[in-house]
């Protein structure tokens, strides 16, 4: 069974960093790209990036280059979106998603969601 | 990249069909027929459901249909059941740098 598990909410403050983290299993967690979408407090999704963890390819929507990062630990089927320094305006929930073999829209498995919470 | 235009909010009767609209330009929906649909039910995570505009992933149900028309790309649900209400995205495949842009999202509501 696909699986991808995400870790646990946060309470950040203004400034502070913070890595999120999406294990993947039941798959060869290497050979599909993991992608990470937005959902900010009552509103809709937003795409934010992607990563193949084989050779850890990864892609960024302009609304969210330099931002972010992305990044993969193939050894142990765990990709990451990480920020340096948290804003207020961060506040959402964040999910990972597998892309399909077939195209960039096809997300066909998700995790459930990381809530990041920042507040002074 | 600007989203993907859906209405607001749309609403229906049981057993009835609905049309859940999605526009974008001839950069994204008009050119590549790469749009799938996403149902999200409050507090869960978005479920895939259509992909390249009319296909249907396994398990979904098949009063779940997509069609595309120039710019504009639809989903449509008949035989509406309570377990429809939802929240649904569409998302096209742009060719650009923006890679992919989701639609703002449209509520239904099962009357």
């Known amino acids: 069974e696909v699986q991808l598990v995400q870790s646990g909410a946060e309470v950040k403050k203004p400034g502070e960093s913070l890595k999120i983290s999406c294990k993947g299993s039941?798959?060869?967690?290497?050979?599909?790209?993991i992608a990470w979408v937005r959902q900010m407090p009552g509103k809709g999704l937003e795409w934010m990036g992607i990563?193949?963890?084989?050779?850890?390819?990864?892609r960024y929507s302009p609304s969210f280059q330099g931002q972010v990062t992305i990044s993969a630990d193939k050894s142990i089927s765990t990709a990451y979106l990480q920020w340096s320094s948290l804003k207020a305006s961060d506040t959402a929930v964040y999910y990972c998603?597998?892309?399909?073999?077939?195209?960039?829209?096809?997300?066909?498995?998700w995790g459930q969601g990381t809530q990041v919470t920042v507040s002074s | 990249q600007s989203a993907l235009t859906q209405p607001a909010s749309v609403s229906g009767s049981p057993g009835q069909s609905i049309t859940i609209s999605c526009t974008g330009t001839?950069?994204?929906?008009?050119?590549?027929?790469?749009v799938s649909w996403y149902q999200q039910h409050p507090g869960n995570a978005p479920k895939f459901m259509i992909y390249e505009v009319t296909k249907r992933p396994s398990g979904v149900s098949n009063r779940f249909s997509g069609s595309k028309s120039g710019n504009t790309a639809s989903l449509t649900i008949s035989g509406l059941q309570a377990e429809d209400e939802a929240d649904y995205y569409c998302?096209?495949?742009?060719?650009?740098?923006?890679?992919?842009?989701f639609g703002g999202g449209t509520k239904l509501t099962v009357l």
């Open positions: 998302c096209s495949y742009t060719g650009s740098s923006t890679y992919v842009v």
């Open positions: 001839s950069s994204d929906v008009g050119t590549y027929n790469l």
């Open positions: 990563i193949y963890p084989g050779d850890s390819d990864t």
């Open positions: 039941g798959y060869s967690f290497t050979t599909y790209w």
């Open positions: 998603a597998r892309r399909s073999t077939r195209s960039w829209t096809d997300l066909d498995y």
